[in-house]
């Protein structure tokens, strides 16, 4: 197989940072406002045994590590009302009286609040359009051919949001950025 091939295939393809698209099945409108974003990792806690002059390692549990994914704002979609409202939909009520003390979010809310993330990776191939569909959605005619990798992240929900920074002293897009808890990831590829 050729490391390089500009005609037929079986050449060398590799995964580019800029070819993805992340989707929240719960947060609709967000997928073209979204800026970068993490993909999963993970890290295996070592438990030791000592004897004697030797320490032995073994492995321990599995943690899932947060995916911080940097959203531009905009007026439509307006993302961040809709982080606000994920957290009011999270079971998030303002303390202004004692009866608002009483509430608070649970995991169920919060992760029916996002319903799964998805984090996708694409090939660098030409969109086929299916009959019917309009070339401006681009989102909904990438099919499964064009998907090289898929991260869903299950249980998802969201432990941090920054609202952006803002500043007389540049012209940059106001950006916000949500880290994502999760309990764990599938992936697939073709």
Sequence with gaps: MPFFSDSGPGGFQPKRAFRFLVNFTELSNMTFMVKTSDKPAYTIKAGE?????????FP????????SIEFVDAVDPNVGSKFYNALLNAGYVNPVDSTSLLTGITKVQATSTLGEVRIKQLDGGGVLLPAGIDPGDVIAAVDDTRIVEEW???NAWLNNVSFGKLSYATEDLVSITAKVTYDYATY???
């Design 152 to 154: 869903t992240l299950k």
């Design 60 to 67: 321990g549990k599995v943690t899932w590590d947060d995916v």
């Design 49 to 57: 045994h000592q004897i004697l002059n030797h320490t032995f390692k």
């Design 188 to 190: 697939s590829s073709t």
